[in-house]
Structure formats: C-alpha cells, structure tokens
C-alpha cells in the first residue's frame, strides 16, 4: 500500500455483540445517494466528504456490494475517485463458505427462508384486500362525516397489518437464531473474523444497490452493524433501503401490473425517519397524486424521499439536508425535500 | 355504417374505393405504371382503421384468406380496371395482428399463397402466412434476440415412459448462470419444441430472464407423440407428466420442491393438456399458463365438433359441474378473432368461483404461436415474478 496523507484514528469500527442494533443518535455522517450506474456522483461525493473533512484524502473505504451476489467486489460497481482506496468486505462470498462449510445452519437457514416467504405471501394476500379497501373507501362519495372516520380506519389496519407483518419476520428469525445461534459458530465467526480485519484502518463504508434481500440476509448473518463504529456511510438504493428502520419494496409498473408497496423487512436502523425510494421516477407511478398520497400516508411519519439518480441527502449533525431530492406528501404531491431532524 | 357492412361480409366490398387505388386506376394501367405503384407504396395500404389488400397476377378469381373468426373466411378482392391487379379493403381495429393468406383462382386452379407485396411473415408448422399490424401493434421488444443478453443452454433428458410405454426426449431449457447450488422453479411446457421455434420462447425465457422480469427457471419442453390423443385428457399423459417427467427432472436439475414453484403451460390443445394434468393431480402445480385453449364444452347435446374434441368435452363439461382449484393462479389469454374465444371467456368466472386467483387477457389477434409468444411476458412475469420486485441498482 502506498503511503497516504490519513487523519488521525477517530471513527475505526469497534467490535460488538451480536445486537443489530446500530443506535448512533444521529452523530454519524451519512450520505444517501441516488443510483449509479447511469449518473455515477459517488466518485465526486468522496471528493466533497475529503474537502469537508469527513474523509481523509487518501481513504480508504469498505464497500459493501453483496446485493449483486456473483458479481460481488466488482470494481465497477464503487467507482471512486482516483486517491480513494477501497476494499470489499465480501459478504457474499463469505455467506457461501459459510453455507458449505457448515450445512446445518445452511439448513436451518433455508428453512427460515422457506418459512419467510410463506409468511410474505400470506401478507401479501391481506394486504392486497386491506389495500383495495381503502382504495375504494377513497372513490366512494356521501357523507364525510361517515366516510371519513371509515377511511381512517382502513389505514389504521393497513398500518397495523404492516406492523404485525415486521413482528412476524422478526419472530421467525428470532426462533432460527434461537435455535442455531448463528452469530456463535465458527463457521459464521472465522467470516466475520476476517470482516473485522477488512474493515480496520478503513475511513468510511459504501453500500451499493443490489437484491436488497440478498443484500440485508447478508447483513445480518454477519451483524455488520455491530461493526459499524461511527465511520461515515455512504449508500444508494438498495445499500440505502436495507440501512433504515424499515425496507419498503415498491414497483408502480413491472410488467405483471402495479402492486401494492410491502413491509419486506427490518431494516438495519442506521438512520430513521426516512423511507428512501430509489428509481422513483422509474418506478414509481408519480403522476398520480392518489397513489402517491396513500403511499406517504401509510407510512407516516417516516418521510417517504425519492432517490432519483442524481439525488444526494447527507445527514449532518443530526438533521438531514439534501441537494436535489424531493419528497412525497400525504396529498400525493411531489416537491424539494425540506431539511428534516434526523 | 356497421364495421361488419363496412368489411363486406358477403360479396363486393361495398366500401369506397381508396384513393390510392383511384389514383392507379384514373392513369394508364400498363405494366411500367403498375411497377411503379408497387414501388411507391408499402402493402396492404394502411388508411387506418381501413387496410387495403392488393395482389398483382393473372387470376380468375382472387379472394383474401385469414383467420379473423367473425369475419367472413373467404373475402374477395375487386380487379383494377383491366390490369392484373386486384384489391380487397377490411375494416380492422387498431391494436389487431391478422395472419392471412391469398387465394388465387386461375383456369379452374385454386392456391393460397403469401402477399409477395407484404415482407411482414409468420411461420408455424404449417407453412408461412402473411401478416397485417394494424396500428397501434407493435412486435414486442423483448421477443427480439439480443446479442448483449447472456442466453441459456439446452439438455436432452429422456424419460423412459411406463404411461405412454415408450421413450419420451425433453428438452430443458437451463437458466445464463445456471448454478447447482441454487433452486430453481420449474416451468413445464407443452408443445415445448413449437414454442421454442415458433414463439421464441427460448429467446424470452433469456430477456425477461434478463430483465428481472422472471426468475432464473427451469423449463422442460415437453413434444408430444400423438398430440391430438395424447393432449386431449389423456389420463396417461397427466401419469406422464406427474409420475415420471416431474421425478425425473427433480433427480437431473436442483428445483424448489413447492408447488408453488411448480407451473405448466400449453396453448391450445396443450393448454387442455396443462389444464388436465392439474386438473388430476391439483396439489403438485401452482402455476397454469394456458393459451388460447381449446376448452370445448356443451350445456346440452353433443357438439358434434369431431371425436378428437369428445374427452376435452367430457372433461370439461364434468369440471364446469363441479369446479375444483387446482392450483393457485391460472393465467388465461385468448385472441377476440379465434373462435374459441367464448369457451375461454366461459371458463373465466368457473375458475374464479374455486378461489384461484385468475388473470385473463384478451388480444386482437387469432390462434396463432405469435399471438401466444406477444402474451408470454404478461403470462410468465404475472405467474412467476422475477426478482424487480427485489433488485434496486
């Protein structure tokens, strides 16, 4: 390794155990991007974080790129500017070890996952109905005074179905982890052993986009966020999605007709606040204030923020401020996005 | 004037002549003049909704031969002048794809031949018709190969058949970056030779593959021997399909062991296959994809629509008695201008009242393999959604 211009050690992860809980109070220095691969702005984001001294100049950074699975540590995936070094934690990979070396907790896993997916198509099947009705609840006409409190109601059980869901998943896994332990076995403890060594003398994390479900089982079968320290993060789409409070799945117009946004998992509560949509204007159906207003409302008061490429949030100091973004509000309509107290 | 008058259902078109058609009939109609008309113009003549026809030869009689069910089959077209050109206008709503065909009638001859004047083709196992887009068709973006897309690869399993005492060669159609650590889900098509040639289907397993649009999947493509016996509720292909197919591809390929992962798929007489075999056996497929079927039913009497049909009747007339769910979604499309449309509109709400959830999709196009491969996105995308859902670059 050449010799670099570092600050000194202040932000180095610190060990911890296995808790998933990443509570930072705000302090952290955290970048939300927009996608990259048609308007990459990572390369001059770390630029800007060197010049405002979030970054030392030559850094170096951690970069999580398990979302797109085989093509894991792809350079191309992170392209940063010329003085940043980076080093890929292999999360991917070091899930498949662990899948060969230990085939019981690979076992177990399937099962949880096995079971997961039932649970999601169940929820799937009531939120489908709960959503119509309050769909429909909106279209009907008469008296507001009657209507209203209806339609109210309607959201409250959606939210309710949305909370149960979430309880159910970390129920299921609570009872895999129960069972076997993951974060105690060798198998997992060698991987995340050589994680730990990956991330020292680091400056700063990246996550990219990817299967944001591959993406988060990655992240938590080896509880990166106990090693998360307080280094600053930099993440777009699906690195963005999986480090909030919750993972929203959304897709306006896939070829088999719109569906409804999921509460698909925990996400790794990095931050809170912000539901963040990345591809929004590809994905989502903007144009339609309705749609758009049933989203926000539904997952008030967590602000629903479009990431849009081009898009960059930093939250700093406790507050996010943004260049670029824009928001979503329960009218349905689209406009900048205000500073928000993280 | 109603759009069937306006067609000419029975004899003359009693549409007025197009203008283009004036313009070549008001010059001199020798054969340099005709030459360049040709050339000028690009065939049938589009004056949206209204298309013109032209065929140019030495003929007695000319007539337009498609496959448009509620139009007359046999529209003749109108001689220009003295020349040896011949027209014929149809009335087609925007959005239709017709095949069709030309018949000439010459010294007591009759042939079908395709509309030289037409580069528009289609082929089945049949020969090659002619095609008409009308406007607003478009031939689908992801039914085209693209050389950038990363294509999957093809094995020959044979299935030594106790049901059918005899060899049965399947082709299976293996994912790009097939792995066999990973699960698949499995996809069982009929007709799977056809499709592969006439559908693309090869070619859209790899875009929507691609695309995220459907999962990484296993697909074995299932020729039959006897098609007209063996796919009309043949109690012997279901044991095929579910005791011996369905094993032996569990043995060769890694596939999630769900039925839920589990579809079959068929277009017209293989869609009454991929019906029946979930129809015996309704736990062990989720997914039914089933093109333009040949769902024929009577609700009295005999249909007297030949002995082949005589078991789908059977079965199905025993089905609409007493509908079961037999498996968990059933994509249904159908042409409007395929005579079976009715019968598949008529299964709809019978599928439904079973608790399966149902997607149904109409199309302005006839019972043709170009017809079933313009569906197979909706189809396939809807049965098994690929991973879009899950995947933010």
Redesign the interface.
Known sequence: MTAKARTPARSRPRPSPASGSNQDAGARRIVLLG???DRPTLADTIIALKGSDVLPSGARLATVTA?WQ?REGDPELTPVDAGTEVVDLGLYAGA?RVAEADPDLAAGHHDAQ?RLRELR?AYNLRLRGAMSTWTSLGAMTGDERVLEPERADALSSIRALDTRHLARVAEIRGVYEERFRPHERDSVQAERAGIEQRLEDTDGLVFA??????LINRLRMFDLAGLLGELPIIAW??GA?ALGARVV?F?DR????P?NA?AFEIGLGVFDGLLPL??ATARLALDEPERMGRLSRRFRPTVCVLLDPGTRLDRVEGRWVAEEARQVDQRGTVSPFGALAA | MAWHEAAGLEGESPMPVPATIQELEAGDLDAAAIDAFLEAHAFPLAEPPFYTFVYRGAADVVRLRHWIFGLATSLPFTRVGRSDVWYRTVEIPDDSRVEYKIEVVSRGKAGWVADDLNPQVARDPFGTNSVLAARGYEEPEWAQSDPGVSAGSFDELVIESRAFESSRRVMVYRPPGFRDARKYPLLVVHDGPEYLEYSRLGVVLDRLTAALEIPAMVVALVPPQDRMEEYAADERHARFVVEELLPGLEDAYPLRESAHSRGLMGASLGAVAAFDVARRHPDRFGALLLQSGSFAFTDIGDAERGSVLEPVIRMMNGYREAPVRVAERVFLSVGVYEPLVSENRALVPVLRSTGMDVRFVEARDGHNWENWRDRLRAGLSWLFPGPLWMVYE
């Open positions: 996608p990259q691969r979302g085989d498949n096995r198509r986009g990817g299967h944001v479900a591959t789409s699906a999605m799945l897709h896939p070829p088999w007709g569906g999921e990345p591809h």
